[in-house]
């Protein structure tokens, strides 16, 4: 079985841009949580989708946003990018959320000029 | 709210010698999980050992094992016959309910030939 996909791998981005992350889950896993890690505050929770709908959120200012689709992909977007947001960005898939084993892809990396 | 506190940051050890990472945790719910995941340069996460909090038994996995103490909120890990693939950051994480993997700072480990 695949694992977690994450597209693109690398970005460089300036400030006040909008940038789009891709993540495609395992197979059947309908649950995808997105963590932002950055060496001062570590990993964070952003949210995380179930089944298209967003079933929890962070403490994430607004600009952060995401989506899920039927096929269980799911894309984040971050608007007016700031120099803070530069960071490893983590999308994780499970089976069902909840206590679910979360596995996790291989990030992508947003740098912020 | 839930905290997960890692509060070394570094640790050595020899290779085939054994070493202990600490975490201790604190969270409102009866029914969680705790996890140890291991990053590596690569930055990938992969999930190295769970253990339900409501089973007593400390849970296992080849040379990593855990040391569970509810009523301490305390969760280690032990790492047997220390091999140098096993160098990397290793975080501690907790997860209720609500699917939000709360993680430590993390431990860089490192393994000396």
């Known amino acids: 079985k695949a694992g977690v996909t994450q597209t693109p791998r690398y970005l460089i981005k300036t400030r006040g841009q909008q940038v789009t992350l891709s993540c495609s889950p395992i197979?059947?896993?309908?649950?995808v949580s997105w963590y932002q890690q950055t060496p001062g505050q570590g990993l964070q929770f952003l949210f995380e989708?179930?089944?298209?709908?967003?079933?929890n959120k962070g403490n994430f200012p607004g600009r952060f946003s995401g989506r899920q689709f039927s096929n269980s992909r799911s894309e984040m977007n971050v608007s007016t990018l700031e120099l803070g947001d530069s960071a490893l960005y983590l999308c994780?898939?499970?089976?069902?959320?909840?206590?679910?084993?979360?596995?996790f892809g291989p990030g992508t990396r947003l740098t912020v000029l | 709210a839930q905290t997960v506190t890692q509060s070394q940051p570094e640790m050595s050890v020899q290779e085939a010698e054994t070493v202990t990472l600490s975490c201790t945790y604190d969270?409102?719910?009866?029914?969680?999980?705790l996890f140890w995941y291991k990053q590596p340069p690569s930055r990938q996460m992969i999930l190295v050992i769970r253990?339900?909090?409501?089973?007593?038994q400390n849970a296992t996995e080849n040379r990593f094992s855990v040391n569970f103490q509810k009523a301490a909120k305390s969760f280690s890990l032990k790492i047997s016959d220390s091999q140098l693939g096993d160098a990397a950051m290793y975080f501690c994480?907790?997860?209720?309910?609500?699917?939000?993997?709360?993680f430590g700072k993390g431990i860089t480990l490192s393994v000396r030939p």
């Open positions: 994780a898939s499970s089976w069902a959320g909840g206590r679910s084993e979360q596995f």
């Open positions: 197979s059947g896993h309908r649950s």
């Open positions: 989708y179930f089944s298209e709908t967003q079933r």
């Open positions: 969270t409102s719910e009866s029914d969680y999980y």
């Open positions: 253990q339900e909090a409501y089973k007593q």
């Open positions: 994480a907790l997860t209720g309910a609500n699917s939000k993997l709360t």
